[in-house]
């Protein structure tokens, strides 16, 4: 009797939304973490400040790293990630928030922390 292979990948799909009330902090919090970055080229440094100075998403996305999601994790070792941030009209009582929509395989199991 054989054993079918499994994959050991799992995609892990999060979507969040979150509300920003303080803009400022948000772009002094990603600045700084474009300053302590000692292996991001010049060039590179100017093009990400400006970006999070000029879009609150972008300052969002700067600060948002899906290995911290998974860094902790025993048995886990992040393989591939992926990540976009956009400023949304948000509406918490619109059907079209309603986030178990995507769940149409049944396979998959929301966590609420």
Partial sequence: MSTPETSRFVRLRVELV???????????????????????????????????????AEALAYLVDPFDLVSEVAGVELAQASWSTELIDYDPD??????????????EEELVG
């Avoid at 303080?22 to 400040?49: C, M, N, S, Y």
């Avoid at 619109?94 to 396979?107: V, Y």
């Fill in 94 to 107: 619109s059907p079209d928030w309603d986030l178990d929509e995507d769940d149409e395989a049944g396979d």
């Fill in 18 to 56: 979150v509300e920003v009330d303080d803009e400022d902090a948000l772009t002094k919090a990603a600045l700084a973490r474009i300053a302590e970055d000692p292996e991001l080229p010049g060039d590179e440094r100017v093009h990400a400040e400006s970006a999070v100075t000029e879009d609150t």
